[in-house]
């Protein structure tokens, strides 16, 4: 079940076992032990450790960087990329763990006596990561969640293993001690019966729609908080615009962010009438001649696209592209032709092709950005302020990005909403969502 297999080839080059049941338990039970150094640590000597963490990262650059192009396709850049903002997030919490976790305190009306919010540990949790970005998923769970004290059990993506091993081993090197990071290469079955342990007090999934229903299906039953971010398809509206050419360039550099396999990427491009002939000519050609080349990550991944896309054009869509489809590869392309009637423009695209939709006003524009049963973000491009704060303000979505693409940062909460998921990662807010928000109140 976890193997790594080379998307260039679609040859195994390495196989790991699956966690037996003994495995999966022990694993738990390890966690479930090291909750005791959670609640006994300061916060500094947490921090201290995220910081050596985020150094080690940097240290193993290169070697992060190979085993995440050798596992999923990721142009190289963008893999190192992937493992400097990781070092990002670990240093940011680092920096902030203590100022988050201060005790607050309240203003005491109802009677003598003062009263603080004291930030603890809830205890394990359990993390479910995906195989797109597979150290940045990881980090942005782990960081803030063990800077609170909680411990983790960590089920990475069956096509990561290798990457999985390495990050269990730079854990270990920063500080951390035994059970307060534990990888498990353990079956979907397994997780199910984690979830329900006793032991465990959360679970933080990203993932596919489905697997997130499952996921918060079995938590619910068993009274666990649970942090989803699940697929998107995000609209980039652009309504108005003194430079074109870079406003295509933003969207081209939004469309193709790691082969288009991003759930924040831009993926529905909604574009005002009077600017869609010139858009659609400039994104098209920039977009197939900006496409990376590699692979995406599995031939299974290519063929779910390709059905999409197919499905589209039999419906009336016009599909631009260029090149052939073969194994995992997937060429650019630009489908126009689209209303949101089609059912293509429901459905994510986890690959470098793009919806454009003409829009007739501001109006037309955020009914088209707001048709869909994702909310996860958004990228709205206008020459006018005023109107970009309304429509900012009007967009359903987790989060909204205003005249700029790349512009996440380790300060700044990840979400969304409707079928995109809930809960935020990142930021302050990120740090917020596993804590035993505790209450003191001391009357004389």
């Known amino acids: 079940?976890?193997?790594?297999?080379?998307?260039?080839?679609?040859?195994v080059v390495a196989t790991y076992p699956t966690a037996s049941d003994a495995d999966v338990a022990a694993a738990v039970e390890a966690a479930h032990a090291a909750t005791a150094w959670g609640r006994t640590s300061t916060v500094a000597e947490r921090a201290a450790c995220l910081r050596r963490l985020g150094d080690l990262h940097a240290e193993h650059r290169g070697e992060l960087a190979?085993?995440?192009?050798?596992?999923?396709?990721?142009?190289?850049?963008?893999?190192?990329?992937?493992?400097?903002?990781c070092v990002d997030i670990y240093h940011y919490y680092a920096d902030h763990a203590e100022e988050f976790l201060a005790d607050e305190p309240l203003d005491v009306t109802s009677g003598p006596g003062s009263a603080v919010i004291r930030r603890g540990p809830v205890g394990t949790l359990l993390g479910i990561m995906p195989w797109n970005f597979p150290a940045y998923q990881v980090a942005r769970f782990a960081a803030p969640n063990l800077a609170v004290g909680n411990t983790i059990v960590l089920k990475h993506a069956p096509q990561c293993p290798g990457t999985a091993a390495l990050l269990e081993r730079l854990f270990a090197e920063a500080g951390f001690p035994a059970g307060a990071y534990v990888n498990v290469y353990a079956t979907n079955e397994q997780m199910a019966e984690v979830i329900a342990d006793p032991r465990v007090q959360g679970v933080s999934l990203t993932g596919s729609e489905r697997a997130g229903a499952t996921v918060a299906e079995i938590a619910g039953r068993?009274?666990?908080?649970?942090?989803?971010?699940?697929?998107?398809?995000?609209p980039f509206v652009l309504l108005s615009t003194d430079d074109l050419d870079a406003v295509v360039d933003a969207a081209v550099a939004a469309r193709l962010d790691n082969t288009g396999q991003a759930c924040n990427a831009a993926k529905r491009f909604v574009v005002a009438a009077e600017l869609y002939d010139a858009f659609v000519e400039k994104f098209t050609a920039r977009l197939l001649a900006g496409a990376s080349g590699a692979p995406l990550s599995s031939v299974a991944a290519a063929e779910t696209l390709g059905r999409q896309v197919d499905a589209a054009v039999a419906e009336g869509a016009t599909l631009h592209s260029e090149g052939e489809r073969h194994g995992a590869y997937f060429p650019a392309g630009v489908l126009t032709g689209l209303t949101t009637e089609h059912a293509v423009a429901r459905q994510e695209l986890f690959g470098p092709v793009a919806m454009v939709f003409p829009a007739a006003d501001e109006e037309d524009a955020v009914r088209i950005a707001n048709d869909t049963p994702y909310g996860l973000g958004s990228y709205v491009f206008t020459t006018d302020p005023a109107q970009a704060e309304r429509v900012a303000a009007r967009i359903e979505a987790g989060m909204v990005f205003v005249n700029g693409v790349g512009a996440e940062g380790a300060e700044l909460p990840f979400g969304g909403v409707k079928r995109s998921g809930f809960g935020r990662e990142l930021g302050r807010l990120g740090i917020e969502e596993f804590v035993n928000k505790k209450l003191i109140r001391t009357v004389a």
């Open 1 to 11: 079940m976890y193997a790594v297999t080379d998307p260039t080839t679609g040859t």
């Open 66 to 85: 190979a085993g995440i192009v050798r596992e999923m396709g990721k142009p190289l850049a963008e893999a190192e990329g992937e493992v400097d903002f």
């Open 222 to 234: 068993h009274l666990k908080k649970v942090v989803l971010e699940l697929g998107g398809s995000d």
